[in-house]
T-cell receptor, first 110, second 115 residues
Framework: SQQGEEDPQALSIQEGENATMNCSYKTSINNLQWYRQNSGRGLVHLILIRSNEREKHSGRLRVTLDTSKKSSSLLITASRAADTASYFCALDTGRRALTFGSGTRLQVQP | EAEVAQSPRYKITEKSQAVAFWCDPISGHATLYWYRQILGQGPELLVQFQDESVVDDSQLPKDRFSAERLKGVDSTLKIQPAELGDSAMYLC?????????????FGPGTRLTVL
């Protein structure tokens, strides 16, 4: 399979806590991207990490990539109720369009 | 901020009827994608266009689905006849594919319910 697999499938935390979700994959990649999807809406690009990068930050987001283990993690610090959404990792293999995993559903309790 | 437009937002139809979805990508984005997303799953690519040409339609059920992007700008996805299993969110996305990086911008989607 060329798609990533997110873990956990669902995550429920309190506002202010950190949320960590993981993505594992089996193929070689050019880059890995994370997207957010609010209920009933389209996906929004959050952050991209290239295959030669190990860590990247954007605001409250921190992404890591371990190409030897073929895994990535997305950390959202100091979560807010507005962070409630589904989060998807997407693999760019350079051979075809992005392939998306099945997502992690994050619920942030106020 | 430029956005990808899709219409309609919601469509309810009976099986065996024809349905059509429209997408207007961000101006200047040569690459356009149609995805299908079943509830609780990630988007799955149906078709990819580069300008007016189809780049990848390997996952498009061609016996009932068709897609076109005649002038390389907006696009239409059609299902005829619709089946119960077609109930899903249909998402359109566009990208610049600048520097080999495929960052996609998604529209709000069309939620299709087939009765």
């Amino acid at each position: 399979s060329q798609q990533g697999e997110e873990d956990p499938q669902a995550l429920s935390i309190q506002e202010g806590e950190n949320a960590t979700m993981n993505c594992s994959y089996k193929t070689s990649i050019n880059n890995l991207q994370w997207y957010r999807q609010n209920s009933g809406r389209g996906l929004v690009h959050l952050i991209l990490i290239r295959s030669n990068e190990r860590e990247k930050h954007s605001g409250r987001l921190r992404v890591t990539l371990d190409t030897s283990k073929k895994s990535s993690s997305l950390l959202i610090t100091a979560s807010r109720a507005a962070d409630t959404a589904s989060y998807f990792c997407a693999l760019d293999t350079g051979r075809r369009a992005l392939t998306f995993g099945s997502g992690t559903r994050l619920q942030v309790q106020p | 901020e430029a956005e990808v437009a899709q219409s309609p937002r919601y469509k309810i139809t009976e099986k065996s009827q024809a349905v059509a979805f429209w997408c207007d990508p961000i101006s200047g984005h040569a690459t356009l994608y149609w995805y299908r997303q079943i509830l609780g799953q990630g988007p799955e690519l149906l078709v990819q266009f580069q300008d007016e040409s189809v780049v990848d339609d390997s996952q498009l059920p061609k016996d009932r689905f068709s897609a076109e992007r005649l002038k390389g700008v907006d696009s239409t996805l059609k299902i005829q006849p619709a089946e119960l299993g077609d109930s899903a969110m249909y998402l359109c996305a566009s990208s610049l594919l600048a520097g080999g990086i495929d960052t996609q911008y998604f529209g709000p989607g069309t939620r299709l319910t087939v009765l």
